[in-house]
């Protein structure tokens, strides 16, 4: 007889074996089997819509990658250190997507790995150690990644900030300090860099640079006031340091109208970071930069990875690159985002628990208040809502220093249907609430 896999044994040995710090998301966690497009299926076979996870950006389970994975296996897989037309030729696909400011690339295994290169790469340019980063920003789980992120390091129990490390606020121009409709919150943000640099000349560390995500996911779906990131990174620049644009969240087409975030803030960086979805779920992260700062690296010991660019790896990698290409995801992006994002709004007309609507193409945050007056974060509505989108069987996330958040970030190939279904349900369970106009 079939059976379905025992969730309750695998919760079991997970809690029992796995660390505790490694949270689920969910009161009544999901176990999911399978994947196809944008959608997944658990234990029993049950769909859901996958509106939350970036890693699967072309769809899960996409026929192609399968294929390309399938073929190179059974070829061979090795590392960077032998000639292969793979890697030249992902390199190439990439590159076509960036400024040709940005020509040189390595190839790691996660963003976390990225941006821990990144920060080599700006200390070996610049000569200095200190850098800027934004509050409530993350960057991953390594060493040096850790230090620069604000919202581990200041968690509780985590290891403070580092005396090289400056913050400066999230650009929230809906909750922050500056705030939609005054006079230029991207200026006013952006001076904040002049103090961080000042505190950071009185400790005595010399600038090495500046790193964020181009858009703050982990901080809230933050869409910078304009002109902020230019401002920041002359003032930035202008100090001897080296601009690093985290694009593991917001890269390869997710925002529809943009293929990186930074070209939505009219910036060239000197270093993009890129991870999650370049891989569709095969471990994969990218460093791209100047050959000027590239030969400053250079001047160090070797830099190489064993998995990093693998045949397989580069295989895959140029395989998303393509399928996004041929077929028109950053246009569906552009679309289906825009269909989200009027849906949201009309939803915010009938419900005042929703402050605020913010977004470009399929990366989009809806921001949930008590009160819009005082704007006061309504953490407990938020997590309610998520675990009834979850028993609806939609998978949303949830984001921000207050948790009040909602993320939605569906795989490029998301349709109509699943859009529609999304903001039904979402007003279905937002007149639960309580919440009338
Ligand atoms: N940067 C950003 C913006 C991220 O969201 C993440 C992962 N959440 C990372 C870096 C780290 O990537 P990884 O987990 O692949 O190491």
Aim: glycine residues 12%; aromatic residues 8%; charged residues 20%.
């Amino acid at each position: 007889r079939w059976q379905p896999t025992d969730k309750d044994e695998v919760a079991r040995i997970r809690r029992d074996h796995f660390g505790g710090n490694l949270k689920l998301t969910y009161d009544d966690p999901v176990m999911l089997l399978r994947g196809w497009r944008h959608h997944m299926f658990d234990e029993w076979g049950r769909p859901y819509l996958d509106a939350y996870n970036n890693v699967p950006h072309v769809g899960h389970a996409h026929p192609r990658i399968q294929a390309v994975v399938a073929d190179q296996l059974a070829r061979m897989n090795s590392n960077t250190r032998y000639l292969h037309p793979a890697q030249a030729a992902f390199a190439e696909k990439l590159l076509s997507k960036l400024p040709p400011e940005l020509s040189v690339c390595w190839f790691v295994n996660s963003g976390s790995e990225a941006n821990e290169l990144a920060l080599r790469l700006a200390r070996a340019a610049s000569g200095g150690r200190g850098m800027v980063t934004l509050d409530h920003g993350y960057h991953g789980n390594t060493t040096g990644a850790m230090d620069l992120s604000a919202y581990k390091f200041n968690a509780k129990g985590g290891a403070g900030q580092s005396d090289w490390v400056e913050l400066v606020d999230i650009p929230d121009d809906y909750r922050g300090a500056f705030r939609r409709g005054s006079e230029n919150p991207g200026a006013a943000y952006a001076a904040q860099v002049d103090d961080a640099l000042a505190r950071m000349a009185t400790k005595g560390h010399r600038l090495a640079g500046f790193i964020a995500e181009t858009f703050p996911s982990v901080g809230g779906q933050i869409l910078p006031p304009e002109g902020y990131l230019k401002d920041v990174y002359q003032r930035i620049r202008a100090a001897g340091g080296v601009c690093i644009a985290d694009e593991v969240q917001t890269g390869l087409g997710r925002l529809g109208e943009h293929y990186f975030a930074f070209e939505a803030q009219g910036v060239l960086p000197d270093i993009v970071v890129l991870g999650k979805p370049i891989g569709n779920g095969h471990p994969l992260g990218v460093v791209v930069t100047t050959p000027e700062i590239a030969k400053a690296f250079a001047k160090g010991p070797e830099f190489f990875s064993t998995f990093g660019g693998s045949t397989l790896s580069c295989r895959v990698g140029k395989t998303v690159l393509d399928i996004v290409d041929d077929e028109g995801l950053m246009e569906n992006a552009a679309m289906m985002g825009t269909r989200l994002m009027s849906g949201l709004q009309g939803l915010a007309e009938q419900y005042p628990l929703i402050g605020d609507v913010r977004g470009m193409g399929l990366f989009v945050g809806v921001e949930m208040v008590t009160d819009r007056e005082s704007r006061s974060p309504a953490t407990q509505q938020t997590a309610y809502i998520l675990n009834r989108m979850r028993a609806s069987r939609i998978l949303i996330g949830c984001e921000g220093p207050d948790n009040n958040i909602l993320k939605v970030r569906p795989p490029l190939c998301v349709d109509a249907e699943g859009i529609d279904l999304l903001l039904h349900q979402l007003g279905a369970i937002l007149s639960e609430t309580g919440s009338q106009p």
